[in-house]
């Protein structure tokens, strides 16, 4: 079933901050918080593998929070208005593609679709009003 979230990058603190969402709108993790370590990746500090790779809290109508941490440590510089996205997650990869595909024409690819490590279709783009988008199509 097709879905919206809104993504939002933390430089350090997301589980801090999402262990206070969840005790707000009083529901739970739809999974166990990822951590950095479960990427893989070995150029990772022993710091920056405990940092949160991914969590997802519903809050409310259906709607689902999810969250990163973004450290500086991992080349990433958060300031106000680029530590939000809108995660579509589309019942297929044909209408992740079509969807995808729009929203880049006059806007910037962050990273093309392809398919990710969690077995999902990922890519990011922002739109040609600023505005940040992510999909993830779970392939079957």
Same mark, same amino acid.
């Given at each position: 079933?097709?879905?919206?979230?809104?993504?939002?990058?933390?430089?350090?603190?997301?589980?801090?901050?999402?262990?206070?969402?969840?005790? !707000?709108?009083?529901?739970?993790?739809?999974?166990?918080?990822?951590?950095?370590?479960?990427?893989?990746?070995?150029?990772?500090?022993?710091?920056?593998?405990?940092? !949160?790779?991914?969590?997802?809290?519903?809050? !409310?109508?259906?709607?689902?929070?999810?969250?990163?941490?973004?450290?500086?440590?991992?080349?990433?510089?958060?300031?106000?208005?680029?530590?939000?996205?809108?995660? $579509?997650?589309?019942?297929?990869?044909?209408?992740?593609?079509?969807?995808?595909?729009? $929203?880049?024409?006059?806007?910037?690819?962050?990273?093309?679709?392809?398919?990710?490590? *969690?077995?999902?279709?990922?890519?990011? $783009?922002?739109?040609?009003?600023?505005?940040? *988008?992510?999909?993830?199509?779970?392939?079957?």
């Amino acid at each position: 079933m097709s879905r919206t979230s809104t993504y939002l990058n933390f430089p350090g603190n997301t589980e801090e901050a999402f262990l206070f969402y969840k005790s !707000v709108f009083s529901t739970q993790f739809l999974s166990p918080i990822t951590r950095m370590a479960a990427s893989g990746a070995p150029d990772l500090s022993e710091a920056d593998q405990n940092l !949160v790779m991914n969590v997802a809290l519903p809050i !409310v109508g259906g709607h689902v929070l999810m969250g990163t941490d973004a450290p500086e440590s991992m080349g990433f510089k958060l300031t106000k208005g680029n530590n939000v996205h809108i995660n $579509l997650e589309p019942d297929t990869l044909e209408e992740t593609e079509r969807l995808f595909a729009a $929203l880049s024409q006059g806007g910037k690819v962050g990273m093309p679709l392809e398919k990710m490590m *969690w077995g999902a279709v990922f890519g990011s $783009l922002t739109d040609q009003y600023g505005i940040q *988008w992510m999909f993830n199509c779970a392939v079957q």
